[in-house]
């Protein structure tokens, strides 16, 4: 990721910061961004597109059918 001669990479604060943004850029590529906590569906007001009511068990059973 350096340069050849890495002191005439900070020589120009624009270089050095599109630089930046590269390896931060291929941080973001191979780690990948974290994830977040779902929060668990309401069950009052959840229906279907037929109107039936839905549950989190059936939420879950439709998870691990679509491997999610």
């Given at each position: 990721m350096l340069p050849r001669r890495p002191s005439a990479l900070?020589?120009?604060?624009?270089?050095?910061l599109l630089w930046a943004a590269g390896v931060l850029w291929t941080a973001v590529s191979?780690?990948?961004?974290?994830?977040?906590?779902?929060?668990?569906?309401?069950?009052?007001?959840?229906?279907?597109?037929l109107g039936q009511?839905?549950?989190n068990e059936?939420?879950?059973l439709l998870r691990n059918v679509i491997g999610g």
């Amino acid at each position: 990721m350096l340069p050849r001669r890495p002191s005439a990479l900070f020589r120009s604060r624009w270089a050095a910061l599109l630089w930046a943004a590269g390896v931060l850029w291929t941080a973001v590529s191979v780690a990948g961004v974290g994830t977040s906590h779902i929060p668990a569906v309401p069950t009052d007001n959840a229906t279907d597109v037929l109107g039936q009511p839905v549950d989190n068990e059936d939420l879950a059973l439709l998870r691990n059918v679509i491997g999610g």
